[in-house]
């Protein structure tokens, strides 16, 4: 045991004496509460834990260290740091256990992640930034394992670019002259994840403020360090990135996590180094412990030797501080013992008040509920069985909201043929009541604030007579010029992006023009790419992320999914990451350069826009209306469109192209066609040929999935032609089946039909390499002309014969 303590030189050793108290009763704190944390869950008031029980003493150490304007990117074993840097207590603590959907009882996610995942509040109520840089600030928690490292590299980065852009003064409520370190958290089992290497790897590249604290308790769940790293050392097998005269790389520090004054010295280094020097630096904790496993999910003496258990019990990090504080005389055993029961008895104090918050307005509600089926079954033919329901629910004692309105709504099928005031006052308490409630589940999913990106109104393109005709790509580029000149924060990454200007040259020479820094060159590694994105574009700046080719998102899928998407949705409003991700795709030949899986994006992305402009003046459009706004957006290009000929217009950088509006490009009389992106210029192909044959198609461009039509103008339409066909290169069941379920079930656009609304979609199977491949895998204007006049067969026999 080390017993020098590193003391800050301006302390007296009393000061320093209580500064080491306050720590140890921290920890207590922070024990306690996992123990009864568990014990909750076991009689079922919560649903799932998992606690940071083992891991205090080296939180107490790195919230030291953690200064205003830092950014901590974890998992779920950080509780202790949470309440060290003053965002957690214990009455929050558990009212994020029980789920408690007040965000002011519970103010990491209201009650919509488990507990043990801390966020701290980026957006005022108007959704406007908070001062960043006033305030410690902890990036929202997701539970994959690994998830959480590819945002701290985005985090770490946005202080590179603060300290190193030019025009970014304005933004000094998101950053000090870069000076912010992003701390990341990871067990060592889950350093063996893609992810981690990956953002190693990458951090060591960009050389950015980043800090990762490994946690070793030498398991990953049930399974041994044996299984899941080689040499059962994470620091060991990465000497390799460690930083030396040959070249840059990592600052690699080792420590035990029992020992209180290394930890401190230990962190206070990192700082350094990662503050001042924008260098990346690993610190491995070992020789942690897991007092009680994993998770309430199983007991730990399953798969631990007794020869390991006697030694977790002698090296907790608790008990080993507090036998060093008894050593260096900072405290007697009558004095920690004091500590230590009066802390056992706040715990369970928090806890209580913690429940009776969550529980009381539930029982308001219980009480609302009971009174309105008693006095149903007073006017009811069927009194006994509505007594019943009221009567099992004011038995509840502890009830839920779930059990409330179940019985309020079973109640009203025991009176379906009665009529009464009494039944319309329960009708209308139930209405009311979902209204009320279903927010605290739903809500926030994309932004719920009066200027959102669905409220931009469209700006059209404007031309003077001069306009000529131009490769589409030199409008993309003009356009991201007007963006980069207007907007300081903005910048873009990917594959190729930056010298070349990328595969399609949409930015050539904007690398020349605006710096490395903010048209830049990434490595083959998506997943960081979309981490870069989320953590700069939660530090304020405004990021595009550059997946090369839409095939290639399937590697950054997770990230988005899990991460992206949810990030609004999953603080309850209090965080936000406006990030562009850009991306094309449609149309290509081959195996893995065609798939245009859209369907799946648009159920796994719910959270975030999907656009699908047809021409890359409408892609420039959708970029200058997400820069006018904060949300999240994929933007898919047409692959096959940066050749074709576009006019210039004189308005770049300030034409918007609307979000979830359709656009109807040919007017028609017996059929609509909907369709999106590339395929759209196939359709409008064998529109014209319809037109020979005496078929009036119209033709609608959905422009965006996500939201789809937000006008209803797509059942405006069936209600003329009376038919309807969705068309799009997607497998059977994709995204068309998603538009077709938009028109039919919301918009009920089944009253107008007069024949049976189809889908044309590619083979179930991606395309062959070749043209042959395309043309006998997706649909072509011949395929597309032959169903319309099936249909149209079908109608009227006579006057469209059969073709074959």
């Not at 990491?108 to 305030?135: C, I």
């Not at 290009?637 to 006019?647: A, Q, S, T």
């Not at 069936?718 to 028109?743: C, F, H, M, Q």
Request: proline letters at 3%; hydrophobic letters at 35%.
């Amino acid at each position: 045991m080390q017993t020098n303590p590193q003391t800050n030189s301006d302390l007296s050793f009393e000061d320093f004496k209580t500064e080491v108290l306050n720590d140890y009763k921290i920890a207590v704190t922070s024990r306690e509460c996992s123990l009864l944390g568990r014990r909750e869950v076991l009689t079922g008031k919560a649903k799932f834990g998992i606690f940071g029980d083992g891991k205090e003493v080296p939180q107490l150490a790195w919230a030291k260290s953690f200064k205003n304007g830092d950014w901590r990117s974890g998992y779920y074993r950080d509780q202790t740091f949470m309440m060290a840097i003053g965002e957690l207590t214990i009455q929050q603590f558990f009212a994020g256990l029980y789920g408690h959907t007040d965000i002011d009882a519970d103010p990491m996610s209201a009650g919509r992640q488990m507990g043990g995942h801390f966020a701290t509040h980026s957006l005022n109520e108007d959704g406007s930034w908070k001062n960043l840089v006033q305030q410690k600030n902890s990036s929202a928690d997701i539970s994959p394992t690994a998830g959480q490292m590819p945002r701290l590299l985005g985090l770490a980065q946005a202080s590179k670019i603060f300290r190193n852009v030019d025009g970014l003064d304005n933004l000094s409520h998101f950053s000090e002259k870069g000076n912010e370190v992003a701390w990341g958290t990871i067990g060592n089992a889950s350093t063996s994840e893609g992810l981690f290497w990956e953002t190693i790897n990458a951090a060591g590249v960009l050389q950015v403020p980043m800090v990762i604290n490994v946690w070793d308790d030498e398991y990953g769940i049930s399974v041994h360090a044996r299984h899941q790293t080689t040499k059962e050392n994470i620091s060991e097998i990465l000497k390799g990135f460690q930083r030396d005269e040959a070249g840059k790389g990592y600052e690699i520090i080792r420590v035990n996590g029992w020992d209180y004054p290394a930890l401190i010295e230990a962190y206070q280094k990192a700082s350094k180094i990662a503050r001042e020097e924008h260098v990346p630096v690993l610190i491995h904790v070992r020789e942690l412990t897991q007092p009680q496993g994993h998770s309430t999910s199983g007991s730990h003496e399953r798969y631990k030797s007794k020869d390991r258990l006697a030694w977790e019990a002698e090296y907790d990090c608790n008990n080993q501080m507090r036998l060093w504080m008894l050593e260096n005389n900072m405290a007697t055993e009558e004095e920690l013992t004091a500590i230590e029961k009066d802390i056992k008895k706040q715990v369970r104090e928090g806890k209580k008040a913690a429940w009776e918050a969550f529980l009381t307005p539930q029982k308001q509600e219980q009480k609302e509920a009971v009174t309105l089926l008693g006095n149903l079954a007073e006017t009811s033919a069927n009194k006994n069985f509505i007594e019943k329901i009221k009567n099992d629910l004011s038995s509840d004692n502890e009830p839920l909201r779930r059990t409330i309105a179940s019985s309020a709504r079973k109640a009203l099928r025991y009176v379906t043929n009665e009529a009464s005031a009494e039944k319309r006052q329960l009708q209308d308490w139930i209405n009311n009541y979902i209204e009320t409630i279903q927010p605290k589940f739903s809500s926030h999913l994309y932004s719920e604030q009066k200027e959102n990106a669905k409220t931009i109104s469209e700006v059209k393109p404007t031309y003077d007579n001069k306009a000529e005709d131009v490769d589409a790509r030199l409008i993309l580029r003009d356009n991201f010029d007007a963006i980069f000149s207007k907007y300081p924060e903005a910048l873009i990454f990917g594959e190729d992006a930056g010298e070349i200007g990328d595969v399609n040259q949409g930015l050539e020479g904007m690398q020349e023009k605006y710096g490395e820094l903010r048209v830049s060159d990434a490595g083959i590694r998506e997943a960081t790419i979309l981490g870069q994105g989320i953590g700069m574009a939660m530090r304020g700046l405004r990021p595009i992320a550059e997946i090369q080719y839409l095939d290639y998102i399937l590697y950054a899928l997770q990230i988005m999914s899990d991460d992206l998407v949810t990030l609004r949705y999953r603080t309850n409003g209090k965080q936000k990451a406006p990030l562009i991700v850009r991306t094309r795709g449609h149309r290509l030949e081959g195996v893995w350069h065609s798939g245009s899986q859209m369907g799946g994006l648009v159920h796994l992305l719910r959270g975030m826009y999907i656009l699908v402009p047809r021409n890359m003046t409408k892609a420039a459009g959708f970029y200058n209306t997400l820069m006018a706004s904060d949300e999240p957006a994929l933007i898919v290009e047409c692959l096959n469109g940066y050749r074709l000929k576009e006019k210039m217009p004189t308005n770049l950088g300030e034409f918007r192209t609307p979000i979830g509006v359709v656009e109807t490009i040919k007017e028609g009389k017996d059929i609509t066609l909907v369709s999106y992106g590339s395929t759209l210029r196939i359709v409008e192909e064998a529109a014209k040929e319809l037109q020979q044959v005496g078929i009036d198609a119209e033709v609608i461009d959905v422009q965006s999935l996500l939201p789809l039509d937000l006008n209803q103008d797509m059942v405006k339409s069936v209600a003329k032609t009376n038919r309807l066909l969705v068309i799009d290169e997607d497998v059977p069941g994709g995204a068309s089946s998603y538009i077709l379920s938009e028109i039919l079930d919301n918009q009920n656009g089944y009253k107008h039909l007069d024949s049976k609304p189809q889908t044309l979609t590619a083979k179930a199977h991606r395309p062959a390499y070749g043209t042959d491949g395309d043309y006998f895998s997706k649909p072509s204007a011949e395929d597309i002309f032959e169903k319309v006049y099936e249909i149209m067969h079908e109608a009227t026999p006579s006057d469209f014969p059969k073709l074959r």
